[in-house]
């Protein structure tokens, strides 16, 4: 089968032929309908050092995806069936360790991550721990399915946030940043202010109808002035702005992961300002798919307003130029 392959240490993928995968112990086995690319796939082809120290190649990379349930290799009782249209909750966790003990499955001590540390969606066919494998409501457009996790993402950003009410900025407009506008205005946020200096992303973000406005960078008269935060961008300027821009007593909270390290006016923020600071890493398992399948059903948030392109698998480096111009929302992949 085609698959993307992260071959070696070094900036970079190859597409290549490879054998078709078999289902382990309580695996399933999916035939890949649609994959979409994430900013974490391009750490990995940029070859970051988050990416650095979370993949050792070689690995078939990509996550969000969705595909239909070909074998099951399991004597577990299961709701799932051959024929389902199902995704990967990319956390795999397990089960042995502290936080597995206490429900917070998505931050497992032992984590393997799907598409990362073994082998993902970027192929025609897929394995998925049975444990982690998502049955989706089937009143969902499987295109959509493939794009849940970055929805689950902002979900979870937004929940945490307590968005009710409230004025909240969000820093970076990329996918994920537009799902956070998304969830928040289904949650009830008072207002909701983007911003990016990528003038495509602002205009996407404009035509979903999630932002009461977009801008290419805040103005220091809003300095201390939203109850809430969304730093998505993982950027060290908007990172700095974030913590400007929260007013005292404000909560912020982070999901956008840097490229370097990041210093903070310790004193100035977390002591003067007493800022409640959260950080997001995935998903609550299962509690945010539940919350996303929801808000997908519900019509609350509509993902074909982010989707702006369409690559077949084959077109993999032509659909990673795009998505690295900053010029698209989600990418979706057909095998």
Known sequence: MLAVVKDKAAPGVVLKDV???IPQKDEVLVKVKYASICGTDIGIYDWIPWAASH???????????????IEINSDKETKIKPGDLVSSETH???????????KNYHVCENMQLFGIGRNGAFAEYATIP????????????????????????????????????????IMGLGPTGLCAG??????????????NDEPYRRELAD???WFDRTEEKLDPSEYNSYDVVLEMSGNRLGIEIAFEAVR?????????????????????????????????????IWKTWHQTTELLKSGKVDLKKIITHHFPLKDFEQAMAV?????????????
């Not at 923020?269 to 997001?280: G, R, T």
């Open 19 to 21: 054998p078709k995968p």
């Open 55 to 69: 993949i050792h190649p070689s690995k078939i990379i990509g996550h969000e995806m969705v595909g239909e349930v």
């Open 92 to 102: 795999i966790y397990c089960l042995n360790c502290y936080q597995c003990e206490i």
């Open 130 to 169: 049975l444990k982690t494998t998502w049955k989706n409501d089937p009143s969902i457009d499987p295109e959509v399915m493939s794009v849940q996790e970055p929805l689950g993402n902002a979900v979870n950003v937004v929940t945490k946030a307590e968005v009710k009410d409230k004025r909240v900025l």
């Open 182 to 195: 998304g969830a928040a205005k289904a949650y009830g946020a008072k207002e909701i202010v983007g911003i």
């Open 207 to 209: 035509k979903t109808g």
């Open 248 to 284: 005292i007593a404000g909560k912020l909270i982070a999901f956008g992961i840097p490229k370097e390290n990041i210093s903070v006016d310790w004193g100035k923020f977390m002591i003067n300002k007493e800022l409640s600071i959260e950080s997001v890493f995935g998903r609550q």
């Open 323 to 335: 998505m690295k111009s900053r010029k698209a929302g989600k990418i979706v992949l057909e095998p």
